[in-house]
């Protein structure tokens, strides 16, 4: 009997305890009454310092024919203006019936004069002047079109204390429009049944609105949040409009679900903005909005359109593990240098979502850290842009994909492994002394599985774990045949990759041609003119150098310039373009300028060209020396050494060679001619072909109806 009577007891007091505001009964909420009210203004608490005017866990009646709401407006306002330091009003877990007007528990003070520069901050006194101006002009305007007389000086509405409402239930409109706001709000898990109006209200401290439940509509057009707003774990089921609005400092809307009409068009976030793990039901437009800091949309889930477009983003946008909806647009969208779009883990439906963008641009803006959990992504993304006829954005996502298969096998030739590399190896990876330590502890007890393994090393953090995951590996594949093969793909793919960008880019290919062409005819002019000093002098004359010089140089810088507005890594290619046109010829050119020439006809050119037509060729099938058979031998004779525009023909001879295309058939004599020579001409020949084939590979990605005819 006592036990039963001990249960019934504790089930009567959990029963008394206030739990959330809206789910407990209105007998739980006393009325609040004119009588309590002044004795509750009278007697105020003190709470760490802070005077609190307790109306908690009341049902305060403020409908439009309740005779106690104009007692409390004007009871209550006297009582929050009344002392220097404002008190906090503390409405938690109370039950607000009808209308509840923060302009009326305000006091109005004259928007001109000095009287608001000790309240505000400099940030709100900045705004205030432009809000001066601002009303100024609309009094003017207003004046002249309705020809007014000159009007009384207009007021603000200036709400001074803190106000705590911790999980209270707003069954009425809660309006705060046009306010400046002196103190913080704290309503955290409070229920707002109908609209929340804070339209061109100004907030000077934080904004606590954690765990809301915005059951009408949340109007805060053109208002201004001067410190940190939270909204995270909110419920907007009606829709949100801040078109126009400013956060001066970090916003928060992380694990919020957002329904209806979500307007937050043309704000200006200058703090962090944090849409992460939020989920979107109606279509969230971000219309020419200006983000200065991050932009978080981490593991959010949108079911309608996510709308960026016209955005201008001064920093990285988060969309890690983002599901997205039917579309997301992207359009004249602005990327600062230092912003990107990371989309690691981001999915969508390539048959029913749309990914829409700036033509040329936004293939750029995507980023992807690694290859591994990402190659899914990375072809939808190109399927997209391909799907949408954006060929260059989807060949700078084919680009990408490249680049981080190099990286990837780069890290599997040269990477540290995890399991057995000596500590010195993992210091040079970048861990620091005391991290590498701790992961050969770790690993004597249990071998790593994966690279992720090593955040669970102690000591060894998130910073870490980035700086380290492209330099390390778990386990080496393949034997040494294996890795032999791997680092001559490895070396393929990377030729491709700084020449070509993968096939992708003509200006670059084009200018790597540009750059060989002069540098070879330079080369063939040394050897054809300059045969030997001693004893009778054949030199080249040096007008005919100059020429070909200038000519050359011309090319030469034409194509620099290509190459270097177009790589990526212009030091890089050069490197590779170096390595292809410079070791091997120079290597032939000094062992023939060693060994000498003695041969017949050491006085006519190497060169001869086809006599029987002038015309341009495409000379994809030509061999660059001539044919043996005496019947085309007539038709070659020897170039002419004795004419100005000789210069022209080593030009013309290096472009057949490299582009398979040129004015004249100019070709090398098949007799009497030193092998040196014609290895030089061979080599580059075989060079030409293989730049020829990427050229032609390189135009078929680039122009649209032959590369939709190839991969689809």
Do not use: C
């Given at each position: 009997?006592?036990?039963?009577?001990?249960?019934?007891?504790?089930?009567?007091?959990?029963?008394?305890?206030?739990?959330?505001?809206?789910?407990?009964?209105?007998?739980?909420?006393?009325?609040?009454?004119?009588?309590?009210?002044?004795?509750?203004?009278?007697?105020?608490?003190?709470?760490?310092?802070?005077?609190?005017?307790?109306?908690?866990?009341?049902?305060?009646?403020?409908?439009t024919d309740s005779d106690f709401a104009t007692s409390f407006y004007r009871l209550l306002s006297n009582g929050l203006q009344r002392p220097a330091t404002p008190p906090v009003l503390d409405l938690s877990y109370a039950l607000v019936q009808g209308d509840f007007d923060l302009q009326k528990l305000g006091q109005r003070e004259p928007l001109y004069?000095?009287?608001?520069?000790?309240?505000?901050?400099?940030?709100?006194?900045?705004?205030?002047?432009?809000?001066?101006?601002?009303?100024?002009?609309?009094?003017?305007?207003?004046?002249?079109?309705?020809?007014?007389?000159?009007?009384?000086?207009?007021?603000?509405?200036?709400?001074r204390g803190p106000l705590l409402a911790v999980q209270t239930h707003f069954e009425g409109s809660v309006l705060a429009g046009e306010t400046y706001v002196l103190g913080q709000i704290l309503a955290q898990g409070a229920r707002f049944d109908q609209e929340l109006y804070l339209a061109g209200a100004r907030f000077n401290r934080e904004v606590n609105l954690v765990g809301a439940d915005f059951r009408g509509r949340v109007q805060a057009k053109s208002a201004i949040f001067f410190a940190p707003a939270r909204f995270d774990q909110g419920f907007f089921r009606q829709g949100a409009n801040f078109q126009g609005a400013e956060f001066k400092a970090n916003a928060n809307f992380s694990g919020s679900q957002l329904a209806g009409d979500l307007n937050f068009s043309r704000v200006q976030w200058q703090g962090t903005a944090d849409f992460a793990r939020t989920l979107w039901q109606g279509t969230a437009f971000f219309l020419r909005d200006r983000f200065d800091q991050a932009l978080f949309f981490t593991e959010a889930r949108f079911e309608a359109p996510l709308i960026l477009r016209q955005a201008r983003f001064g920093a990285p946008v988060n969309l890690r593990n983002v599901l997205l909806g039917p579309e997301a647009d992207f359009g004249d969208a602005l990327f600062q240098p230092a912003a990107y779009l990371n989309v690691a883990g981001m999915e969508f439906s390539v048959e029913q979502t749309r990914i829409l963008g700036t033509p040329g641009r936004i293939g750029r803006a995507f980023s992807v850290p690694q290859l591994a959990g990402n190659e899914t992504l990375l072809r939808n993304l190109e399927r997209n842009f391909r799907q949408l006829e954006q060929i260059s954005d989807a060949n700078r996502i084919a680009y990408?994909?490249?680049?981080?298969?190099?990286?990837?096998?780069q890290r599997q030739l040269i990477g540290a492994d995890l399991n057995q590399a000596p500590k010195a190896a993992l210091i040079k990876a970048g861990f620091k002394e005391t991290q590498a330590e701790a992961l050969i502890a770790y690993r004597q007890e249990k071998p790593l599985l994966s690279v992720d393994d090593i955040l669970n090393v102690k000591g060894?953090?998130?910073?870490?774990?980035?700086?380290?995951?492209?330099?390390?590996?778990?386990?080496?594949?393949?034997?040494?045949?294996?890795?032999?093969?791997?680092?001559?793909?490895?070396?393929?793919?990377?030729?491709?990759?700084?020449?070509?960008?993968?096939?992708?880019?003509?200006g670059l290919i084009f200018g790597v041609g540009l750059v060989a062409i002069p540098l070879f005819a330079g080369m063939f002019w040394f050897v054809d003119r300059y045969r030997r000093r001693l004893p009778t002098p054949i030199l080249p004359p040096l007008g005919e150098g100059l020429w070909l010089g200038g000519g050359g140089g011309m090319l030469l810088i034409l194509g620099l310039s290509n190459l270097l507005r177009a790589a990526d890594y212009p030091q890089?290619?050069?490197?590779?373009?170096?390595?292809?046109?410079?070791?091997?010829?120079?290597?032939?050119?000094?062992?023939?300028?060693?060994?000498?020439?003695?041969?017949?006809?050491?006085?006519?050119?190497?060169?001869?060209?086809?006599?029987?037509?002038?015309?341009?060729?495409?000379?994809?099938?030509?061999l660059p020396v001539i044919p043996k058979y005496y019947f085309f031998r007539d038709r070659y004779t020897p170039i002419l050494l004795d004419r100005r525009w000789n210069w022209l023909n080593y030009l013309d001879f290096s472009l057949n060679n490299w582009l398979k295309f040129g004015f004249n058939d100019i070709r090398l004599r098949d007799h009497n001619v030193p092998g040196l020579v014609t290895a030089l001409v061979w080599y580059q020949w075989g060079l030409g072909l293989i730049y020829t084939a990427l050229l032609l590979w390189t135009l078929s990605r680039t122009i649209p109806g032959l590369n939709l005819l190839l991969y689809f």
């Open positions: 009997m006592t036990v039963l009577m001990v249960v019934v007891a504790l089930l009567g007091g959990l029963v008394a305890l206030p739990t959330v505001a809206g789910a407990d009964p209105v007998s739980t909420h006393p009325l609040l009454t004119t009588e309590v009210l002044r004795q509750r203004l009278a007697n105020p608490l003190q709470r760490e310092g802070r005077t609190v005017v307790d109306l908690r866990s009341f049902t305060i009646d403020l409908k004069g000095e009287t608001l520069a000790p309240l505000l901050s400099p940030e709100g006194l900045s705004q205030l002047k432009r809000d001066r101006q601002r009303l100024s002009q609309l009094s003017r305007l207003s004046q002249s079109l309705l020809i007014q007389a000159e009007g009384t000086p207009q007021d603000i509405y200036l709400f990408t994909t490249e680049r981080l298969r190099l990286k990837d096998w060894i953090d998130l910073a870490a774990y980035v700086k380290v995951r492209d330099h390390v590996l778990v386990r080496r594949q393949g034997n040494l045949g294996g890795r032999v093969t791997l680092a001559l793909r490895w070396v393929l793919l990377e030729s491709l990759i700084v020449l070509s960008h993968y096939g992708t880019s003509f890089f290619t050069l490197l590779s373009l170096g390595l292809l046109i410079f070791p091997v010829p120079l290597l032939l050119i000094a062992l023939l300028l060693k060994q000498g020439r003695f041969h017949d006809h050491l006085h006519d050119s190497y060169l001869v060209e086809d006599g029987s037509m002038r015309q341009l060729r495409l000379l994809i099938a030509r």
